[in-house]
């Protein structure tokens, strides 16, 4: 029972989890759909599942050679053959052409949310599955406090415009979320190829940095 | 000021920040880091992957999906 505790207190000491379940209940009250509220709380449950690995290899090791882990667990896969598929020049092109053919759907349509919720599993489950490289990256505490305050500050602003709609599922024109603002934007075929490849090239900048 | 104008601008403002804050940080010997930075900083952990990834994921899917 004891171990089990350990472990639950590793993941409620971790803020990415923390940050990963409170969005997904604002998204599940917000009137969100259950695909979207399951990717943030499956990110949860992969952090306590990489907690619990944690947990078994730092038994493992200490019972054979008592050696203390680093918070990261093994790799299950190496990441290099994936990064090295996705910087290839023929998979921007079949990106394109996916998010041309993409955008022919309405947002919130089925064909979309499957297709954006099997790329997102795939994404995540492949953060999940893969080790970061062990690349000593130097940020002093005061960065982060002037970056994470700007980010505090969109999602207060963002929380504070969702509080002031009629019904938190409601949407409001007195009080607009970003959501709100950008809804006649992808109601159009351009902003939804738009919005796609922007989204495509976000994700594709991410995997290149991790 | 309507609301509606209240609420556009903090969005503007808070947008308008952070290009601030990329700005300073992209000066030499700048003591704040580059948006790249954090990033790199934050996806050196599997939970900060995590967290990144199913933020993005969830972008997508709240936006487009």
Same mark, same amino acid.
Do not use: K
């Given at each position: 029972?004891?171990?089990?505790?350990?472990?639950?207190?590793?993941?409620?000491? /971790?803020?990415?989890?923390?940050?990963?379940?409170?969005?997904?209940?604002?998204?599940?009250?917000? =009137?969100?759909? @259950?695909?979207?509220? #399951?990717?943030?709380?499956?990110?949860?449950?992969?952090?306590?599942? /990489?907690?619990?690995?944690?947990?078994?290899?730092?038994?493992?090791?200490?019972?054979?050679?008592?050696?203390?882990?680093?918070?990261?667990?093994?790799?299950?896969?190496?990441?290099?053959?994936?990064?090295?598929?996705?910087?290839?020049?023929?998979?921007? %092109?079949?990106?394109? @052409?996916?998010?041309?053919?993409? @955008?022919?759907?309405?947002?919130?349509?089925?064909?979309?949310?499957?297709?954006? %919720?099997?790329? =997102?599993?795939?994404?995540?489950?492949?953060?999940?599955?893969?080790?970061?490289?062990?690349?000593?990256?130097?940020?002093? =505490?005061?960065?982060?406090?002037?970056? =994470? #305050?700007?980010?505090?500050?969109?999602?207060?602003?963002?929380?504070? #415009?969702?509080?002031?709609?009629?019904?938190?599922?409601?949407?409001?024109?007195?009080?607009?979320?970003?959501?709100?603002?950008?809804?006649?934007?992808?109601?159009?075929?351009?902003?939804?190829?738009?919005?796609?490849?922007?989204?495509? @090239?976000?994700?594709?900048?991410?995997?290149?940095?991790? | 000021? !309507? !609301?509606? $104008?209240? !609420?556009?601008?903090?969005?503007?403002?808070?947008?308008?920040?952070?290009?601030?804050?990329?700005? +300073?940080?992209?000066?030499?010997?700048? *003591?704040?880091?580059?948006?790249?930075?954090?990033?790199?900083?934050?996806?050196? !952990?599997?939970?900060?992957? +995590?967290?990144?990834? *199913? $933020?993005?994921?969830?972008?997508?899917?709240?936006?487009?999906?």
């Amino acid at each position: 029972m004891s171990l089990v505790m350990n472990r639950l207190l590793m993941v409620l000491r /971790d803020p990415v989890a923390w940050i990963l379940v409170i969005a997904g209940v604002v998204e599940l009250l917000s =009137g969100g759909t @259950a695909a979207r509220g #399951a990717i943030l709380f499956a990110g949860a449950g992969l952090i306590l599942a /990489d907690r619990i690995r944690v947990g078994r290899a730092r038994v493992r090791a200490g019972a054979a050679i008592g050696t203390v882990l680093p918070s990261d667990p093994p790799p299950l896969m190496s990441p290099a053959p994936l990064r090295a598929a996705v910087e290839r020049r023929v998979w921007v %092109g079949a990106a394109l @052409a996916a998010c041309l053919l993409a @955008a022919l759907f309405g947002v919130h349509t089925m064909p979309l949310t499957a297709v954006t %919720g099997l790329v =997102g599993i795939l994404v995540v489950g492949w953060a999940w599955l893969t080790q970061p490289d062990a690349e000593d990256v130097d940020v002093s =505490g005061r960065g982060l406090l002037i970056w =994470g #305050a700007a980010l505090l500050m969109l999602g207060l602003w963002e929380l504070t #415009a969702l509080l002031g709609q009629p019904t938190l599922a409601e949407s409001s024109y007195e009080s607009p979320t970003i959501s709100y603002l950008l809804d006649p934007v992808f109601a159009t075929y351009a902003g939804r190829v738009v919005g796609f490849v922007l989204w495509a @090239a976000a994700g594709r900048s991410l995997i290149r940095r991790s | 000021m !309507t !609301t509606h $104008a209240l !609420t556009l601008t903090g969005y503007v403002v808070i947008a308008l920040l952070g290009v601030t804050i990329e700005i +300073i940080a992209r000066r030499p010997d700048s *003591a704040v880091p580059r948006l790249d930075t954090v990033l790199r900083w934050v996806l050196r !952990t599997r939970s900060g992957r +995590i967290g990144v990834f *199913a $933020a993005w994921a969830w972008m997508g899917l709240h936006f487009l999906g």
